[in-house]
């Protein structure tokens, strides 16, 4: 989903699908920036996810930030300011 909020592609299918997969495996396999880039892609496309929002925030404080640069953080506090 980054790319097509990169390239302000459209595809709403698309966002449902990835936000249910994610949620239903509690983020199973994601790293930190891929916590990062999932809520970003999600907040540039205007795509409420909100059980997504909350689960990566939980899972972000869970991890206590470990793994987190600085670009990977601020993003995802943009991602949450925005949406």
Avoid at 10 to 22: D, F, G, I, M, S
Avoid at 58 to 76: A, K
Wanted: hydrophobic share 50%.
């Amino acid at each position: 989903v980054w790319a097509f909020a990169t390239a302000g592609v459209h595809a709403n299918k698309l966002y449902e699908a990835v936000e249910n997969e994610a949620v239903q495996q509690q983020l199973r396999g994601f790293n930190p920036q891929n916590l990062s880039n999932i809520v970003w892609a999600f907040a540039k496309a205007g795509v409420r996810a909100d059980k997504l929002y909350e689960m990566v925030a939980n899972e972000t404080v869970h991890r206590e930030l470990r793994g987190f640069d600085p670009q990977g953080l601020s993003n995802m506090v943009w991602a949450f300011a925005t949406a």
